[in-house]
């Protein structure tokens, strides 16, 4: 596949989810290996331009607006990355652009008239933002080298931090000053925007060779070092001019990927909201349901992105006592909840059901406060904690925390049993990153004994058949969220309290009627699992066949 023909097939590549991202990295890539326009022989060579650059170094020097400083040594052959086309070189980016490392502003220097110094956070989305930007007195524009001046159209990089590598242009009509620890690479007789093109696809590359471990960095050896691919000037000019409407294209592409993910939106919850409003199923189960749960499976391609919507739709119509046909011969739920009657919604969900509160149908323990200095390497006494449960997952091996037999003898009352619901208590705040629940089963035990941690809750059911439908219905919103808004704690911590769990209100079906949901939620949400699988092996098929496709354009000699 040649260049050309794989543009003529862009929109289409561009279908996997991550095609055009892949589609962006590929222009780049073509552009700086000489792949993505034709060459022209009446062009200028780059060795000649090489030349060029370096006499108008000199003269630089010479005039006083340049210092001298070493030579950066030529490439070996050895360090060329890749084959170049004939009339492009090889050469380190220091030979062709004069690097400046910015001046050390002092903060009581600061001031609220006068000219902006660039900081590295004044870097954002590839352009120089003057929003929050610093001010320093307007004379060190005359004190200071006019090399520490940023004209408009000059590129910048930060050379530390979070954001090494970063890089941005002056897209302003002002001038500002380089502070400390931006760079400004000011290009002799190339265009800094087919320079641009290059930095992105070799910072990141440079950054994992970095000096700085504990926090990134670029040194000025590094960025000056860095093997630079240098085509003819007018080839320069083609490229930027071709990249441009390539990224324009991109541009389009996800606009309009973003118009069908907005149909989708609309579809799916067109859909879901069937769902939801159907009404209740006769005895024979005849009801909208079926219809509104078909047309979901037969839409579930382009329901793909609301996933979550749709488990926890599953869930709101379990909850809703909509899911399965009510039977008038199934025992009414109201006869085996335990504890006094109390105040409570009118309406049950569904005839047979009623309102009860969760210490009703079960007993609620907390954990015990292990302390780390009591932890052992080894031993069949593990304590679980947050950490170790997520929803319908005990994560034995996640980080695994050990009591030896003495204290594990000591802590019986908190001894996880078959059959226990854990429930994570504690998690970040405004976040539903917690509130996890999970059955623990016969296997989870087999070759260990379980110990309940603090913040880790357990709810033991009397009635096994209750605990399964339990934990699905607490996984529904209808119960979570009224769970949420109780939530206390630190500015970044969120707590549930074990009074709010035992309090919470829980719609308690028949027993014969919750058989048949769990029965059925399981279904439905095995059948979202495998639909799920199948269209991720799709899309990673899309992925792989965008992949090719590119390493076969990157490095046609091997797909030959």
């Given at each position: 596949m040649t260049p050309q023909e794989f543009l003529d097939e862009f929109g289409t590549l561009a279908e996997s989810a991550e095609g055009v991202p892949k589609l962006r990295e590929l222009i780049l890539d073509l552009a700086v290996q000489g792949k993505l326009v034709e060459q022209d022989s009446n062009d200028e060579p780059a060795d000649r331009l090489l030349t060029r650059i370096s006499q108008t170094r000199q003269q630089l020097i010479d005039a006083g607006t340049q210092r001298a400083s070493k030579e950066t040594p030529a490439l070996s052959a050895a360090e060329a990355p890749f084959e170049l086309p004939p009339t492009w070189v090889w050469t380190p980016l220091g030979n062709v652009q004069n690097f400046v490392n910015g001046f050390t502003f002092k903060s009581q220097e600061?001031?609220?008239?006068?000219?902006?110094?660039?900081?590295?956070?004044?870097?954002?989305?590839?352009?120089?933002?003057?929003?929050?930007?610093?001010?320093?007195?307007?004379?060190?524009?005359?004190?200071?080298?006019?090399?520490?001046?940023?004209?408009?159209?000059?590129?910048?990089?930060?050379?530390?931090?979070?954001?090494?590598?970063?890089?941005?242009?002056?897209?302003?009509?002002?001038?500002?000053?380089?502070?400390?620890?931006?760079?400004?690479?000011?290009?002799?007789?190339?265009?800094?925007?087919?320079?641009?093109?290059?930095?992105?696809?070799?910072?990141?590359?440079?950054?994992?060779?970095?000096?700085?471990?504990?926090?990134?960095?670029?040194?000025?050896?590094?960025?000056?070092?860095?093997?630079?691919?240098?085509?003819?000037?007018?080839?320069?000019?083609?490229?930027?001019?071709?990249?441009?409407?390539?990224?324009?294209?991109?541009?389009?592409?996800?606009?309009?990927?973003?118009?069908?993910?907005?149909?989708?939106?609309?579809?799916?919850?067109?859909?879901?909201?069937?769902?939801?409003?159907?009404?209740?199923?006769?005895?024979?189960?005849?009801?909208?349901?079926?219809a509104a749960w078909q047309r979901v499976c037969d839409h579930f391609e382009v329901l793909y992105d609301t996933l979550p919507d749709l488990r926890q739709t599953i869930l709101q119509l379990a909850v809703q006592g909509k899911l399965v046909p009510q039977d008038p011969n199934d025992e009414p739920a109201s006869s085996f909840i335990t504890g006094a009657a109390e105040a409570m919604p009118d309406d049950p969900p569904s005839s047979g059901w009623t309102w009860c509160r969760l210490q009703q149908v079960c007993e609620f323990l907390g954990g015990f406060a292990f302390k780390s200095t009591s932890y052992v390497k080894e031993s069949v006494n593990q304590i679980i904690r947050l950490g170790n449960v997520k929803n319908d997952v005990l994560l034995l091996d996640q980080k695994p925390a050990f009591i030896p037999d003495d204290i594990a003898g000591e802590?019986?009352?908190?001894?996880?049993?078959?059959?226990?619901?854990?429930?994570?208590?504690?998690?970040?705040?405004?976040?539903?990153?917690?509130?996890?629940?999970?059955?623990?089963?016969?296997?989870?035990?087999?070759?260990?004994?379980?110990?309940?941690?603090?913040?880790?809750?357990?709810?033991?059911?009397?009635?096994?058949?209750?605990?399964?439908?339990?934990?699905?219905?607490?996984?529904?919103?209808?119960?979570?969220?009224?769970?949420?808004?109780?939530?206390?704690?630190?500015?970044?911590?969120?707590?549930?309290?074990?009074k709010a769990i035992r309090s919470a209100l829980f719609p308690l079906p028949p027993l014969s009627e919750q058989k048949r949901i769990v029965s059925k939620v399981t279904h439905l949400l095995s059948q979202v699992t495998r639909l799920e699988s199948t269209l991720t092996r799709r899309e990673s098929t899309r992925t792989q066949l965008l992949i090719a496709a590119i390493h076969s354009l990157l490095n046609p000699e091997a797909s030959s």
């Amino acid at each position: 596949m040649t260049p050309q023909e794989f543009l003529d097939e862009f929109g289409t590549l561009a279908e996997s989810a991550e095609g055009v991202p892949k589609l962006r990295e590929l222009i780049l890539d073509l552009a700086v290996q000489g792949k993505l326009v034709e060459q022209d022989s009446n062009d200028e060579p780059a060795d000649r331009l090489l030349t060029r650059i370096s006499q108008t170094r000199q003269q630089l020097i010479d005039a006083g607006t340049q210092r001298a400083s070493k030579e950066t040594p030529a490439l070996s052959a050895a360090e060329a990355p890749f084959e170049l086309p004939p009339t492009w070189v090889w050469t380190p980016l220091g030979n062709v652009q004069n690097f400046v490392n910015g001046f050390t502003f002092k903060s009581q220097e600061y001031q609220t008239e006068g000219v902006g110094i660039v900081r590295i956070g004044d870097i954002q989305r590839g352009e120089i933002s003057t929003d929050g930007m610093k001010l320093v007195a307007t004379r060190y524009l005359t004190e200071l080298d006019e090399r520490l001046h940023v004209r408009p159209g000059d590129l910048l990089i930060a050379m530390s931090g979070a954001t090494t590598g970063k890089l941005g242009f002056n897209g302003t009509n002002s001038t500002f000053l380089l502070n400390q620890r931006v760079g400004k690479l000011d290009f002799l007789e190339v265009n800094s925007n087919y320079a641009h093109l290059f930095l992105q696809t070799q910072v990141q590359e440079n950054l994992r060779i970095s000096s700085g471990s504990a926090i990134p960095n670029l040194s000025t050896t590094q960025i000056n070092s860095m093997p630079f691919p240098l085509p003819p000037l007018a080839e320069q000019h083609r490229i930027v001019a071709k990249v441009d409407e390539l990224m324009g294209l991109c541009d389009r592409l996800e606009a309009v990927q973003g118009q069908r993910r907005g149909v989708r939106v609309r579809l799916n919850r067109s859909s879901l909201d069937r769902l939801t409003s159907v009404s209740g199923v006769d005895r024979a189960g005849r009801s909208g349901l079926s219809a509104a749960w078909q047309r979901v499976c037969d839409h579930f391609e382009v329901l793909y992105d609301t996933l979550p919507d749709l488990r926890q739709t599953i869930l709101q119509l379990a909850v809703q006592g909509k899911l399965v046909p009510q039977d008038p011969n199934d025992e009414p739920a109201s006869s085996f909840i335990t504890g006094a009657a109390e105040a409570m919604p009118d309406d049950p969900p569904s005839s047979g059901w009623t309102w009860c509160r969760l210490q009703q149908v079960c007993e609620f323990l907390g954990g015990f406060a292990f302390k780390s200095t009591s932890y052992v390497k080894e031993s069949v006494n593990q304590i679980i904690r947050l950490g170790n449960v997520k929803n319908d997952v005990l994560l034995l091996d996640q980080k695994p925390a050990f009591i030896p037999d003495d204290i594990a003898g000591e802590s019986g009352d908190y001894r996880i049993q078959p059959g226990d619901m854990l429930l994570t208590m504690t998690g970040t705040k405004k976040k539903r990153d917690y509130l996890f629940t999970t059955l623990v089963r016969d296997a989870d035990l087999e070759s260990r004994v379980l110990y309940l941690n603090q913040r880790v809750g357990l709810l033991r059911f009397a009635n096994e058949q209750i605990a399964e439908t339990a934990n699905y219905f607490l996984k529904s919103d209808a119960i979570l969220d009224p769970l949420f808004a109780t939530a206390t704690g630190t500015a970044n911590q969120g707590n549930i309290g074990a009074k709010a769990i035992r309090s919470a209100l829980f719609p308690l079906p028949p027993l014969s009627e919750q058989k048949r949901i769990v029965s059925k939620v399981t279904h439905l949400l095995s059948q979202v699992t495998r639909l799920e699988s199948t269209l991720t092996r799709r899309e990673s098929t899309r992925t792989q066949l965008l992949i090719a496709a590119i390493h076969s354009l990157l490095n046609p000699e091997a797909s030959s």
